[in-house]
């Protein structure tokens, strides 16, 4: 499946807004989950599992934490080199740092998906998904591990992708306005203002928009 095809189909965690988590998505899975029983190792059903299971817990739900790793686990025994389900299990681990109460947990839970983002990128960094997966993961992540870089060269990247101009507008403004976000914590503010105009020109009704607007203000633009 070429690059920019398998990045529209799981764009869902760079919206962020988790369209299809709720009864849709739980619904969805107890249908894959029931094909799952005829056809074991399947990895396309493993796969959608496993990004559904991602973004429920992405949406606060402690339990499906634990149904992401099982199936991407298994799918990775299967297809080890599948890159997508790397860095979508990468993520969980930040799931299950944001869950877990020991610290000393968080910070090896936190480290354990920083190397496995990071590892997905070096097989496979032209991967617009896997960018950004590891660009969120990066920017979400707390100040004192610093992957800010990480999160810069992950949104400058997916923004140069030959693929960039393909996608929907939904998707680049989401792109432009989390790049804008970097570089602001980058204090890198002339750059800053530049993506968020971006975004605002794209889709200027957009959530993402109004939310550039607001950066816009709160810098004094």
């Not at 990071?118 to 590891?134: E, F, H, I, Y």
Request: overall charge neutral.
């Amino acid at each position: 499946m070429p690059i920019s095809t398998s990045f529209r189909l799981l764009v869902t965690v760079c919206l962020s807004c988790f369209i299809f988590v709720g009864t849709l998505a739980q619904e969805r899975i107890r249908e894959l989950e029931g094909s799952l029983k005829s056809n074991p190792g399947d990895v396309s059903i493993l796969m959608e599992l496993g990004r559904l299971c991602h973004d429920k817990a992405a949406a606060g739900d402690a339990d499906a934490v634990d149904k992401g790793f099982q199936y991407l686990d298994r799918l990775l025994i299967i297809d080890t080199a599948n890159v997508v389900a790397l860095a979508y299990r990468g993520d969980l681990w930040a799931m299950r740092a944001r869950d877990s109460w020991w610290p000393p947990n968080k910070w090896s839970y936190l480290r354990k998906g920083a190397a496995e983002l990071d590892l997905a990128v070096g097989l496979a960094p032209d991967n617009m998904m896997v960018r950004m997966l590891r660009g969120m993961n990066a920017l979400a992540a707390p100040g004192f591990l610093g992957r800010l870089s990480i999160a810069l060269e992950d949104f400058i990247v997916l923004i140069k992708h030959p693929a960039f101009a393909d996608q929907s507008k939904e998707l680049r403004v989401s792109i432009y306005y989390y790049a804008g976000i970097a570089h602001k914590r980058a204090d890198d503010y002339d750059k800053a203002r530049e993506l968020f105009k971006k975004a605002i020109s794209i889709l200027p009704d957009s959530d993402f928009a109004k939310r550039s607007q607001e950066e816009l203000k709160d810098m004094g633009s």
